[in-house]
């Protein structure tokens, strides 16, 4: 099996790194604060990590972690490397990271759709676009991570995800929005939360009240910024943003914002 680096070991991709360390990849990891390595094979650096690596994941929070780090290890990066970015980033931070490789290396953009449990047990969504070639080589990697929808060509990933999840966190929000008005109307919360769920909506209210995901509130309002100024996206971010003691609770927490207001 092909020598692996994975960068960032968050929430995400803790679980993620361990995966591929379990179907036996050789692999080394790397994350900003230190200590998170779980027992796996840490470097101190970034460019220590992806030194002898076939393949390089990353995992990192926005653009602005990404081109950081991708600064730090690129010029370590030998011709023949396939560097897999799963971060979240919006095409436009991906075209930027492959105008930026050296000669001879590829890049495969691979957002997920997923949290930490999925991440787990790899039933993840995994949004791959790249080149035919590099998807292929990608693939197997992938596949130990959860279902991989190839997408298309070079950033066709990312973009599929920034559309993906602005949907599912815009609905949410709504979600939030719409209770609030019921509390306020004296509809009781559970006949509105069936009613909600019995329609077009029930995949987004069993989210909006999940117990089990773990993807905070200021990512969630990260991932709304990629999609760009659309007024209901940028209103959603709003909601999002306007409370900041959930910013690090999972993004259901804006339900509970939205009815104590």
Same mark, same amino acid.
């Given at each position: 099996?092909?020598?692996?680096?994975?960068?960032?070991?968050?929430?995400?991709?803790?679980? %993620?790194? =361990?995966?591929?360390?379990?179907?036996? &990849?050789?692999?080394?990891?790397?994350? $900003?604060?230190?200590?998170? !390595?779980? #027992?796996?094979?840490? *470097?101190?650096? /970034?460019?220590?990590?992806?030194?002898?690596?076939?393949?390089? @994941?990353?995992?990192?929070?926005?653009?602005?972690?990404?081109?950081?780090?991708?600064? =730090?290890?690129?010029?370590?990066?030998?011709?023949?490397?396939?560097?897999?970015? %799963?971060?979240?980033?919006?095409?436009? *931070?991906?075209?930027?990271? $492959?105008?930026?490789?050296?000669?001879?290396?590829?890049?495969?953009?691979?957002?997920?759709?997923?949290?930490?449990?999925?991440?787990?047990?790899?039933?993840?969504?995994?949004?791959?676009?790249?080149?035919?070639?590099?998807?292929?080589? *990608?693939?197997?990697?992938?596949?130990?991570?959860? =279902?991989?929808?190839?997408?298309?060509? /070079?950033?066709?990933?990312?973009?599929?995800?920034?559309?993906?999840?602005?949907?599912?966190? *815009?609905?949410?929000?709504? @979600?939030?929005?719409?209770?609030?008005?019921?509390?306020?109307?004296?509809?009781?919360?559970?006949?509105? =939360?069936?009613?909600?769920?019995? #329609?077009?909506?029930?995949?987004?209210?069993?989210? !909006? &009240?999940?117990?089990?995901?773990?993807?905070? @509130?200021?990512?969630?309002?990260?991932?709304?910024?990629?999609? #760009?100024?659309?007024?209901?996206?940028?209103?959603? $971010?709003?909601?999002?943003?306007?409370?900041?003691?959930?910013?690090?609770?999972?993004?259901?927490?804006? @339900?509970?914002?939205?009815?104590?207001?």
């Amino acid at each position: 099996m092909e020598k692996i680096a994975f960068l960032g070991l968050g929430r995400m991709g803790l679980p %993620m790194a =361990r995966r591929l360390a379990d179907a036996g &990849h050789p692999l080394t990891v790397w994350n $900003r604060s230190p200590g998170r !390595a779980d #027992g796996l094979t840490e *470097a101190a650096t /970034p460019e220590e990590a992806v030194r002898g690596a076939a393949v390089v @994941v990353t995992m990192l929070s926005d653009p602005r972690a990404v081109t950081e780090v991708a600064g =730090r290890f690129a010029a370590e990066l030998a011709p023949g490397t396939l560097w897999i970015d %799963m971060s979240s980033v919006g095409p436009a *931070a991906t075209a930027g990271l $492959r105008a930026g490789l050296p000669d001879g290396v590829a890049l495969v953009d691979a957002p997920v759709m997923g949290s930490v449990g999925p991440a787990t047990t790899g039933d993840l969504v995994v949004f791959a676009g790249g080149e035919d070639a590099d998807l292929d080589r *990608a693939q197997p990697v992938l596949e130990r991570l959860g =279902r991989v929808r190839r997408c298309g060509g /070079p950033g066709s990933g990312a973009a599929l995800k920034v559309v993906a999840i602005g949907a599912i966190v *815009a609905s949410v929000a709504v @979600v939030g929005e719409v209770l609030a008005v019921a509390e306020e109307l004296g509809v009781p919360q559970e006949l509105a =939360r069936e009613a909600l769920a019995a #329609g077009p909506l029930a995949g987004v209210v069993a989210r !909006a &009240h999940s117990a089990d995901s773990d993807f905070p @509130v200021r990512l969630a309002a990260k991932d709304l910024a990629l999609a #760009g100024g659309g007024r209901v996206l940028s209103a959603a $971010r709003e909601v999002l943003l306007a409370d900041p003691s959930i910013a690090e609770e999972d993004l259901s927490a804006v @339900v509970g914002s939205l009815r104590r207001r």
